[in-house]
């Protein structure tokens, strides 16, 4: 899943609050209410006259004790599992470095830029003032960020008969120095080249469960 399918989720949110709500109304607003209605001077004579607890608010006692101990069992888990699966998810490699690494997002306006001629114009003279400022090691372009949300369109695999259902991929565009400036290792084949033009032959890099998939 892509970061922007990260989200709050909305029973869960509507959950916690409830349960807030409950533990407050159990153990806050109900032993207040109780303290309330007390006469005071009945309980003084009462604790004079037996310091031991009756039965009944004895139970009354081990039971909230219980089901406070229950609950903070509950939430340690849920605590030790939440940091589990954020270490995991920090050990996982994601195909790419991103140390050292600067982004933004730039939308040209077709008014000025009304042909992919005059974009891809602009875009080359862009590279070429940000490689040579100093400091800078490597710069590209891409449609979409790395774990962000990419295009989805049709694709047709040659020698293969196509199904009723049209086959459905992920597609990202980038430029010949992509792969480079985030330090993503090709597994096999070539990378895009400065060859590799509008005009020429159509050039796709496909990722490890692409491959494994359809030409396994």
């Given at each position: 899943?892509?970061?922007?399918?990260?989200?709050v989720?909305?029973s869960?949110?509507?959950?916690?609050?409830?349960?807030?709500l409950?533990?407050?109304?159990?153990?806050?607003v109900?032993?207040?209410?109780?303290?309330?209605?007390a006469n005071?001077?009945?309980?003084?004579r009462?604790?004079?006259?037996?310091?031991?607890?009756?039965?009944?608010?004895?139970?009354?006692?081990?039971?909230?004790?219980?089901?406070?101990?229950?609950?903070?069992?509950a939430?340690?888990?849920?605590?030790l599992?939440?940091?589990?699966?954020?270490?995991?998810?920090?050990?996982?490699?994601l195909?790419?470095?991103?140390?050292?690494?600067v982004?933004?997002?730039?939308q040209?306006?077709?008014?000025?830029?009304?042909?992919?001629?005059?974009?891809?114009?602009?875009q080359?003279?862009?590279?070429?003032?940000?490689?040579?400022?100093?400091?800078?090691?490597?710069?590209?372009?891409?449609?979409?960020?790395?774990?962000?949300?990419?295009?989805?369109?049709?694709?047709?695999?040659e020698?293969?008969?196509?199904?009723?259902?049209?086959?459905?991929?992920?597609?990202?565009?980038?430029?010949?120095?992509?792969?480079?400036?985030?330090?993503?290792?090709?597994?096999?084949?070539?990378?895009?080249?400065?060859?590799?033009?509008?005009?020429?032959?159509?050039?796709?890099?496909?990722?490890?469960?692409?491959?494994?998939?359809?030409?396994?």
């Amino acid at each position: 899943p892509s970061l922007d399918a990260v989200g709050v989720d909305a029973s869960v949110v509507l959950f916690v609050g409830i349960t807030m709500l409950v533990t407050a109304l159990l153990f806050g607003v109900l032993p207040a209410l109780r303290a309330a209605n007390a006469n005071p001077y009945d309980a003084i004579r009462d604790d004079g006259a037996n310091t031991s607890p009756s039965r009944r608010t004895g139970h009354a006692r081990s039971f909230l004790v219980v089901v406070q101990v229950a609950l903070s069992t509950a939430l340690a888990a849920a605590a030790l599992l939440l940091t589990a699966s954020a270490f995991n998810l920090t050990s996982q490699r994601l195909g790419f470095d991103a140390r050292d690494l600067v982004t933004w997002q730039l939308q040209l306006p077709t008014r000025d830029y009304p042909d992919q001629a005059r974009r891809s114009q602009f875009q080359h003279g862009l590279l070429e003032r940000l490689r040579a400022l100093p400091g800078v090691e490597a710069a590209a372009t891409t449609s979409a960020l790395p774990l962000g949300t990419i295009g989805v369109g049709p694709i047709k695999l040659e020698g293969r008969e196509t199904s009723t259902e049209p086959t459905w991929a992920g597609v990202q565009a980038v430029d010949n120095t992509y792969f480079r400036t985030v330090r993503s290792r090709l597994v096999a084949g070539r990378d895009f080249e400065d060859s590799d033009v509008a005009t020429s032959d159509p050039v796709i890099v496909v990722n490890e469960a692409f491959a494994k998939r359809y030409f396994a």
